[in-house]
């Protein structure tokens, strides 16, 4: 594995070791949630997976799962009010860290080594990180150049492909996707009329503020 080229930048800006991530659930997990009540031959399933996945990585801002080697390249001059003494403090994007490899500091890339050059940080007493929270704090750290970059890499996400819960919450979706009528918000006919709760525009994709709060234990600090 070359140290994270510039390709494998995710969607919630750090660059993760995958070329895809799988979808928090497949169409197994999804017959299991529910109990088979759509059949295994609708193609819908499997097309509103992706999506549902998608919105729940979204708004947590990190990809959840699986667990993955990841990387993250801060500016100096945007972590003004993380230095704390001589200590460097950084929030991690990502709720489930269980291993903080390298920092470096005044990274530099080189294309040729395929890594990051400047002043390696790897001993484990002047690292510590929360594994529930994503924060690093680094020790016995130099004033830095504000025009430099330091790079972290790091370990994060749950090693299934989701837990119970995030993957209950996605079938979920996929659920309102199936059974939402879309397009349409009232109905009338034979004088009976027909409103409907939810709409085309939530799909697999739109989060109620229930799921959210539930999810909030996974959302990254700092996105809202």
């Known amino acids: 594995m070359s140290e994270f080229e510039h390709g494998n930048l995710s969607p919630w800006g750090y660059i993760i070791d995958a070329e895809t991530l799988p979808d928090l659930i497949t169409t197994t997990d999804f017959s299991k949630f529910t109990n088979g009540k759509f059949g295994t031959t609708d193609t819908r ?8 996945s998608a919105s729940i990585r979204n708004y947590c801002g990190w990809h959840i799962a699986p667990s993955l080697s990841c990387g993250m390249l801060y500016n100096v001059k945007d972590l003004r009010d993380a230095f704390v003494g001589c200590d460097l403090l950084i929030q991690l994007p990502a709720t489930y860290v269980t291993n903080v490899e390298k920092v470096v500091l005044g990274a530099k890339w080189n294309p040729d080594a395929e890594d990051w050059d400047g002043e390696i940080i ?9 594994m529930g929270d994503g924060l690093v704090r680094v020790f016995d750290v130099a004033p830095q150049d504000r025009r430099s970059k330091i790079f972290i890499k790091y370990t994060a996400g749950y090693a299934d492909t989701a837990i119970p ?7 979920n979706r996929v659920t309102r996707a199936l059974t939402d009528s879309y397009g349409v918000n009232s109905e009338t006919a034979g ?7 939810s709409t085309a525009s939530r799909g697999s994709t739109g989060l109620s ?5 539930v999810l909030s234990t996974y959302k990254v600090r700092g996105v809202f």
Do not use: H, M
Not at 45 to 52: L, R
Not at 165 to 171: D, G, S, T
């Open 45 to 52: 399933i499997a097309a509103c997976i992706p999506s549902a």
């Open 122 to 130: 790897t001993d484990e007493d002047r690292i510590d990180f929360g």
């Open 191 to 197: 004088g009976v009329s027909i409103s409907y709760a």
């Open 165 to 171: 819960l995030v993957k209950e919450i996605a079938a």
């Open 209 to 213: 503020d229930d799921t959210r709060e």
